[in-house]
């Protein structure tokens, strides 16, 4: 096991660890997107330790899932039981008990959904059987992990079932830049950046970058060839995330034509969807899963209906942009320097400004942490206006709201090169926009830029604060 799955977890490995030598029973849960390290979290933590694990099957009924529990059961403990006896999952988690009540072991239940066939019944009978008979046994913990966030929370921890019976909640999430850098730390400082841009700092993504030349060439390798592993796993985390509901695609698709977002009526008038209440179950699992975002103008509540939807995973903004426009191309296996090509095209250069846009809102905590107002309450996030009659929209994509009475506004440059006083222009026009909106605030001007500053710029003044791409690395 590569230590690559391990940097920037020690705090949820602690937490873990220490739950697991409670000498109290335990349950804990651990939820997140595909190749995001959670069984390797686990293995780790349950390293030295007496552990049973089981694996749902994708898309297997019930009864199925029940004899391939058994027989995980049975392989590991070494015991020949009588698979097909057992017809409910009450049944088989008492053949656990009486596996394990001589003989105690950590339990782990690795993608739950799975073994749920996505309904709340297993968790019931989990309950009984738990109450009953396995928390009895001292010193076990058992763990439920997923790789679909709405079902983890909605009818796992927030079920009547076991609702106030979890001890640990751990909701694993990508690496940020701080990590990826010691991910890469033989690439460069552009490298590192686009690599996050690209992919979201998904450890299995970052890792399939370690050992090529380049962050380019081994893009091109694995998004740009057949059979590369980018080509084919959108299809991958679209069959194990949302079965064959064509309406995740839809949204997901449509979003990942429109870089600055829709609102929910766009969405679905673009998308061809319903918008009825079906939609907002959709959006919720999908904004769950960490694959779309949702948000509202900083000055308004997050239940406002101004909200508005992004695609929000860096690797499908990356592949909706890229890869799917040109898989004919790819499947040929006529065009070995694609990427390459790419690269040089205004699109790219487009999508790289907004990517670096994106790359900043999700480091708002350390955005904060330089500009050194950390503890000052503020609330951040977008401010945005649809156009309207006689009236053009609006769309400032990073404010910080403080509760001292100014708004950091943030400029956010990804430039191919020096960044110079014109940017002064643009950015003065969202603060008078802003003075006008909010005239009881100080409008604070921050700019966050990828290239050099000029000269002229740096000594214009105008920038309360001009935070250069490398600071958003440091640790």
């Known amino acids: 096991m590569r230590l690559i799955m391990f940097i920037g977890r020690h705090r949820e490995l602690q937490q873990l660890k220490k739950l697991i030598s409670d000498e109290n029973t335990n349950i804990g849960v651990i939820f997140g997107r595909r ?13 030295n330790h007496h552990a049973l694990f089981f694996e749902g099957l ?44 001589n003989n105690p072991h950590h339990l782990v239940f690795d993608e739950f959904q799975w073994m749920a066939n996505y309904r709340s019944e297993i968790v019931g009978d989990l309950k009984m059987i738990w109450d009953q008979y396995l928390c009895k046994i001292h010193g076990i913990t058992l763990i439920l992990c997923g790789s679909i966030a709405s079902f983890m929370t909605t009818k796992v921890i927030r079920s009547n079932a076991l609702y106030g019976r979890t001890s640990l909640t751990i909701h694993l999430m990508g690496f940020h830049l701080p990590e990826t850098k010691i991910i ?58 949302f079965g064959r509901n064509a309406d995740y695609r839809k949204i997901l698709e449509t979003l990942g ?3 600055y977002g829709l609102f929910r009526k766009e969405l679905a008038e673009k998308g061809k969807l319903d918008l009825g209440g079906g939609l907002s179950n959709l959006l919720f699992t999908l904004e769950a899963a960490g694959f779309i975002l949702s948000e509202t103008p900083f000055n308004k509540g997050h239940k406002s209906r101004t909200a508005k939807y992004f695609l929000h995973d860096p690797y499908l903004r990356f592949y909706f942009a890229f890869v799917e426009p040109n898989l004919k ?27 670096f846009e994106y790359l900043c809102i999700d480091h708002a905590q350390k955005i904060v942490n330089i500009l ?37 506004l943030c400029e956010m440059k990804y430039s191919q090169s020096v960044i110079t006083k014109e940017v002064i222009a643009q950015v003065e026009k969202k603060a008078d926009y802003l003075r006008e909106k909010f005239p009881s605030k100080t409008i604070q001007k921050v700019l966050i830029g990828f290239r050099d500053i000029s000269r002229d710029l740096e000594n214009a003044g105008y920038f309360y604060r001009i935070i250069r791409a490398d600071e958003l690395l440091s640790c």
């Not at 399939?208 to 998004?223: C, Y």
Request: aromatic fraction near 12%; glycine fraction near 8%; include cysteine.
């Open 58 to 101: 994708e898309n297997r009924s019930k009864n199925e899932q029940i004899k391939n529990f058994l027989f995980q059961l049975s392989i590991q403990s070494g015991q020949k039981l009588k698979i097909r006896s057992c017809n409910t999952w009450r049944e088989a988690f008492y053949s656990l008990f009486q596996t394990i009540k």
């Open 372 to 408: 050194g107002f950390s503890g000052i309450d503020f609330s951040f996030g977008p401010y945005f206006q649809a156009a309207r009659a006689g009236a053009s929209g609006v769309q400032i994509d990073l404010l910080f709201d403080r509760a001292d009475k100014v708004i950091t």
């Open 35 to 47: 190749r995001i390290g959670k069984t390797a979290l686990i293995n780790k933590a349950l390293e």
């Open 329 to 355: 191309k790819i499947e040929s296996g006529l065009h070995q320097h694609m990427f390459s090509t790419i690269r040089q095209s205004g699109a790219y250069l487009s999508w790289l400004g907004r990517a």
């Open 257 to 259: 034509t429109y870089q």
């Open 184 to 241: 890469l730390r033989e690439k460069g400082l552009e490298e590192v950046l686009e690599a996050q841009m690209y992919l979201g700092g998904v450890p299995k993504y970052l890792e399939l970058m370690v050992d090529g030349p380049s962050v380019t060439v081994a893009m091109n390798q694995l998004a740009f060839t057949k059979n590369g592993y980018f080509v084919e796993e959108y299809d991958r985390i679209f069959t194990s995330h």
